[in-house]
């Protein structure tokens, strides 16, 4: 079916046009990108009411996702669930995310994209409140948790793709945006997790469960208050069938060599590095050491991300992905630590450590992708890399319990390390990600 409605709470920019390896030109509505530099210049340029109650949604909504692992493997193990089982309730969110993201991508460059946010949030709201009714009052049963993750999953696929435009709309410095708000949402997640495993530890999962809720109400209230001013006419286009939209959304994924080559390699990270860690990780610390320090391993991850959130804003390097590519290297002592089971402490130091690479390469990573694509097709694009980027957790997560059986939790940790450092040097290889320009 065709549409000739306007899109009416898009990101239209049809004078930023792209140069491969330069980026957006300045068209109407794109701000020029400042350089480097934490001075009163970036103050005035980012701190707009619209960036600062967008930053708010973000970091408290971060606040409660982190939160989210210890109360779900702390809860589930509780009722003498397994590893697997709580693999599998990761999934079930993560296969959702992935399969419906690019359908959330194009509804948000037709549509509303900042009422689909707000109801994405609205969704959860109800989902992670049935979460705490069933944890308080002790009627979990595996499927009905499922179920809620399933929920969460398609909440969260409608969600994600307007935060890249959403950004671009309220962030004069997109770099700087990426990297305070990278920044808050790691402090956050430094704090959540050992928050979640003192509520676990002195109340009960439930309990964090009706806290999480409550980060998405906050989230929904500040998406509410953002005030966009209208989008000149000239720069609508008019939708065209759904069809035809995705396929568009393709091509220019599919065009932009560098994109599509780190989704490739980062689909084999997923699904060996990041899909295994979180169950196999919290199998492990968890029995031995307990629900606090798990919380506190997961707080230095929040910590070295916070860290490598300012480099990014401090260091902006000419071609960001070759430098991001450098920093990956670090996150192979995510997965060694914990499958080396090195005593608590030198794990939160190596998790740290990690974290630091990690965030430095997001921040490169999502500043490329929302500074070298026009804005009217950012939804869409957003949407494929996030679904490729993705689509393997799932697989990696249902995967983690059976090769933990077979070969042991420790053996698949320590083979996701020899990973992490193969897909470094992959993406250092390929010419496409190494020679990308920064935006100028």
């Known amino acids: 079916m065709t549409s000739s409605a ?11 046009e792209v140069t491969p390896g330069l980026g957006p030109g300045l068209g109407p509505g794109r701000a020029p990108q400042p350089g480097s530099g934490l001075g009163s210049g970036l103050g005035e ?4 009411g619209n960036f600062r109650l967008y930053f708010t949604a973000r970091s408290v909504a971060m606040l409660g996702d982190t939160m989210l692992p210890v109360a779900l493997s702390a809860g589930l193990l509780s009722y003498g669930y397994s590893v697997g089982d709580i693999g599998l309730v990761m999934a079930a969110t993560t296969a959702c995310f992935a399969g419906l993201v690019i359908l959330g991508g194009v509804f948000a460059d037709r549509f509303n994209v900042r009422a689909q946010m707000i109801g994405a949030d609205l969704v959860r709201v109800c989902s992670q409140s049935t979460a705490a009714f069933l944890f308080l009052t002790h009627r979990v049963r595996l499927w009905e948790v499922v179920v809620i993750a399933v929920v969460n999953g398609t909440a969260a696929a409608m969600f994600q793709p307007g935060v890249a435009s959403t950004l671009v709309r309220v962030a004069a410095d997109v770099q700087g945006g990426n990297a305070v708000t990278r920044t808050a949402e790691s402090v956050a997640s430094l704090a959540g997790p050992a928050f979640a495993g003192l509520l676990v530890g002195f109340a009960s999962p439930g309990v964090v469960f009706a ?8 989230s929904a209230v500040c998406l509410i208050l953002l005030r966009f001013g209208p989008v000149p006419p000239r720069l609508l286009a008019a939708a065209g069938s759904f ?4 396929a568009e959304g393709w091509r220019e994924f599919r065009s932009r060599s560098w994109m599509w080559s780190v989704i490739v390699v980062w689909m084999v990270f997923m699904v ?11 199998g492990r610390i968890i029995p031995e050491h307990g629900a606090g320090a798990y919380g ?66 997001g921040v490169n990573w999502a500043t490329s992708v929302q500074t070298q694509v026009p804005n009217d097709i950012l939804n869409r694009i957003h949407a494929y890399e996030v679904a490729g980027s993705v689509a393997m957790v799932p697989v990696g997560q249902a995967l983690a319990g059976p090769a933990a059986s077979l070969f042991g939790a420790g053996r698949v940790l320590q083979a996701g390390a020899a990973v992490a450092v193969a897909v470094a040097v992959t993406l250092l290889a390929v010419p496409a990600v190494r020679n990308l320009r920064r935006a100028a």
């Open 6 to 16: 306007p899109r009416s709470d898009r990101q239209a920019d049809p004078a930023a």
């Open 45 to 48: 340029r980012l701190w707009s």
């Open 211 to 218: 806290v999480h809720a409550s980060t998405y109400l906050t």
């Open 243 to 246: 069809r035809a939209d995705l």
């Open 272 to 282: 060996c590095v990041i899909g295994p860690y979180t169950p196999l990780a919290a």
């Open 296 to 361: 506190l391993v997961n707080s230095a991850l929040g910590g070295g991300t916070a860290v490598g959130a300012l480099l990014a804003l401090r260091i902006r390097a000419a071609h960001p992905l070759r430098a991001g590519s450098v920093a990956l290297f670090a996150t192979a002592l995510m997965p060694a630590s914990v499958g080396l089971d090195l005593p608590v402490a030198a794990m939160c130091g190596c998790v740290f450590v990690a974290g630091t690479g990690t965030a430095y390469w």
